[in-house]
Nanobody, 124 residues
C-alpha cells in the first residue's frame, strides 16, 4: 500500500478556488490510479469526486463537479492535485484522496489506501 497525505483545504467564499494536493510515499506511485472523494456530514457515505488513471490520460468526474474541478497528477513529485474552481456551499466536505491498482475508479470500495482527509468549507 501507499501512504497518502492531503493538504490545501480551508475556508473560502462561494465562487472562490482551492487547490488540494495529495502526496504519496513510495516509489511506485505511477502504478496507482488515484481518486478524490468527499464526505459530508461525518458518517455519510463517501461521494466520488474525481479520478485519474495511472497514465494520467484518462480522467473521470462526478456530474456535480464537472467543468469546475480538475484532477491532475505529477508522478515526478508523487502528487495528485484537485483544482477546485467556482466553489459552492454544497462542496463543503472533508476531501480524501485514495489510491488503487484496480479498476472501477468511481467506487470507493475499489481503493486500498486512503489519506486522513482535508476540510473544505465554502461560505455563502
Amino acid at each position: 500500500q501507499v501512504q497518502l497525505v492531503e493538504s490545501g483545504g480551508g475556508l473560502v467564499q462561494a465562487g472562490g478556488s482551492l487547490r488540494l494536493s495529495c502526496a504519496a510515499s513510495g516509489r511506485t506511485f505511477s502504478s496507482y490510479a488515484m481518486g478524490w472523494f468527499r464526505q459530508a456530514p461525518p458518517g455519510k457515505e463517501r461521494e466520488f469526486v474525481a479520478a485519474i488513471s495511472r497514465s494520467g490520460y484518462s480522467t473521470y468526474y462526478a456530474d456535480s463537479v464537472k467543468g469546475r474541478f480538475t484532477i491532475s497528477r505529477d508522478d515526478a513529485k508523487n502528487t495528485v492535485f484537485l483544482q477546485m474552481n467556482s466553489l459552492k456551499p454544497d462542496d463543503t466536505a472533508v476531501y480524501y484522496c485514495a489510491a488503487t491498482k484496480k479498476y472501477s475508479l468511481r467506487a470507493s470500495r475499489t481503493y486500498d489506501s486512503w489519506g486522513q482527509g482535508t476540510q473544505v468549507t465554502v461560505s455563502s
